[in-house]
């Protein structure tokens, strides 16, 4: 059974950093394209970042700059660092594997920022 696990969500100040983490069980993230998504209220699931299999990455462009994607195959983990958070930041934060026809989704981890 595959899991993507997030982590590392919570409350923060504007100008704050918070580090997210995802965890996979049942495949190996290397072989996987990854991408950290979000959502907030009422709006669609947008791409934050994206990491390849190859690490190459890409970045919205309303966080380049300040989120950084990064990913430990050793740890089978993917990370996004978030500095200079912003309260358009708030959203459920989402991890996604995807390969060919394969897609996984984590349950999500929430960020919210205060200004």
């Known amino acids: 059974q595959v899991q993507l696990v997030e982590s590392g969500g919570g409350l923060v100040q504007a100008g704050g950093s918070l580090r997210l983490s995802c965890a996979a069980s049942g495949i190996t993230l290397s072989t996987y394209n990854m991408g950290w998504y979000r959502q907030a209220p009422g709006k669609q699931r947008d791409m934050v970042a994206i990491i390849t299999r190859g690490g190459s990455t890409v970045y919205a462009d309303s966080v380049k700059g300040r989120f950084t994607i990064s990913r430990d195959n050793a740890q089978n983990s993917v990370s996004l660092q978030m500095n200079s958070l912003k309260s358009e930041d708030t959203a459920i934060y989402y991890c996604?594997?995807?390969?060919?026809?394969?897609?996984?989704w984590g349950q999500g981890t929430p960020v919210t920022v205060s200004s």
């Open positions: 996604k594997a995807y390969w060919s026809d394969l897609i996984y």
